[in-house]
């Protein structure tokens, strides 16, 4: 069974631009979250979706969004691109048990100049 | 906001040590992941918990979850450098499912 994928892998923006990063679960999955991975704050939570709803929202600006298809592929934005915005961006998904195992995808590394 | 502690932060040993990396809340979790990540790569999945007490071995890795499932370990047994990484864990409380992580423990075994 294939595992979660995630693209593009590398990104290079500059500051105001947006950017589309896009997320494929594990067949079966229905629920895709999203996490931004950085140094200073190790892994943090940007929301989680299930069957195209969004049903949690960590604590980031609404510069951040994101959206969930019907095959359950999950794409995230985030807009005027700062510098502090340079991170690991990680997709996990889930069948939704009640273990709640979230398998994660390999990343995309944004940098912002 | 619930807060996850995990210790100790850096760990470098000689392979054949054994070492323990801690995990803890004051707050119940529902469940509790454990995860290694390489550079660059995305955090692999080594167990979950979910029952107070409960015992798992992958190996050479035993995870033990507190009675009371506030804290977990992650016990190595005869490192080998093969085992260098970053290890998370990573819990979800009530019925939210967004993990919350620890800082993570970064490993290093050195041969």
């Known amino acids: 069974k294939a595992g979660v994928t995630q693209t593009p892998r590398y990104l290079i923006k500059t500051r105001g631009q947006q950017v589309t990063l896009s997320c494929s679960p594990i067949s079966g999955h229905r629920s895709v979250s999203w996490y931004q991975q950085t140094p200073g704050q190790g892994l943090q939570f940007l929301f989680e979706?299930?069957?195209?709803?969004?049903?949690n929202k960590g604590n980031f600006p609404g510069r951040f969004s994101g959206r969930q298809f019907s095959n359950s592929r999950s794409e995230m934005n985030v807009s005027t691109l700062e510098l502090g915005d340079s991170a690991l961006y990680l997709c996990?998904?889930?069948?939704?048990?009640?273990?709640?195992?979230?398998?994660f995808g390999p990343g995309t590394r944004l940098t912002v100049l | 906001t619930q807060l996850l502690e995990q210790s100790p932060q850096f760990l470098s040993i000689q392979e054949g040590e054994n070492l323990t990396v801690y995990c803890n809340s004051s707050s119940v979790f529902s469940s509790l992941q454990w995860y290694r990540q390489e550079p660059g790569e995305g955090p692999v999945l080594l167990v979950t918990?979910?029952?107070?007490?409960e015992v798992k071995k992958l190996k050479r890795l035993t995870f033990q979850f507190g009675d009371a499932r506030k804290d977990s370990s992650l016990h190595i047994t005869a490192a080998q450098p093969g085992d260098t990484g970053l290890y998370l864990c990573?819990?979800?409380?009530?019925?939210?499912?967004?993990?919350?992580f620890g800082s993570g423990t970064q490993l290093t075994v050195l041969p």
């Open positions: 979706y299930f069957s195209e709803t969004q049903r």
């Open positions: 996990a998904s889930s069948w939704m048990g009640t273990d709640n195992e979230q398998f």
């Open positions: 918990v979910v029952t107070g007490g």
């Open positions: 990573a819990g979800s409380f009530g019925s939210a499912r967004q993990l919350t």
